[in-house]
C-alpha cells in the first residue's frame, strides 16, 4: 500500500508565500509522475502542476509564473513553491503520483487527503 502525506497548508494574506511539500512512502517500486491539483469549494478538482520523472514540468495557466513545482533527488517527495498567491488560489490542495508496486506493474494512480490553502487579508 502506498501512502501519500501532505503539508505545508495554511492561511496567507495577498501577496504572499506557501509551500507545500507530500512525501509517498509504502510498496514503491517506481513513481513516474508526481503532481498537485485543487479543489475550491463548489467547483471540480482541477490540475495545478505535474512534474515528470524525467524532470519535464506541466503548469496550469492561473498558476504559471508564481508556482513553480520540484522534486527530491530520490523522488519520492514532491514541493509546490506557490508565490504572489491570490484569493482564487484558495482551495484544497490534492497530492498525486503514478505508482509501480513493482517491476513490470501498472502504474496507478494514489491521491493525499489534501491540505487547505487559504489566501485571505
Known amino acids: 500500500q502506498v501512502q501519500l502525506v501532505e503539508s505545508g497548508g495554511g492561511l496567507v494574506q495577498p501577496g504572499g508565500s506557501l509551500r507545500l511539500s507530500c512525501t509517498a512512502s509504502?510498496?514503491?517500486?517506481?513513481?513516474?509522475?508526481m503532481g498537485w491539483y485543487r479543489q475550491a469549494p463548489g467547483k471540480e478538482r482541477e490540475l495545478v502542476a505535474t512534474?515528470?520523472?524525467?524532470?519535464?514540468?506541466n503548469y496550469a495557466a492561473s498558476v504559471k509564473g508564481r508556482f513553480t513545482i520540484s522534486r527530491d533527488n530520490a523522488k519520492t517527495t514532491v514541493f509546490l513553491e506557490m508565490n504572489s498567491l491570490k484569493p482564487p488560489d484558495t482551495a484544497v490542495y490534492y497530492c498525486?503520483?503514478?505508482?509501480?508496486?513493482?517491476?513490470?506493474?501498472?502504474?496507478?494512480?494514489?491521491w493525499g487527503q489534501g491540505t487547505q490553502v487559504t489566501v485571505s487579508s
Open positions: 498525486t503520483c503514478g505508482v509501480a508496486v513493482m517491476p513490470g506493474a501498472r502504474y496507478l494512480p494514489v
Open positions: 509504502g510498496s514503491i517500486f517506481s513513481i513516474n509522475y
Open positions: 512534474v515528470l520523472r524525467d524532470g519535464n514540468t
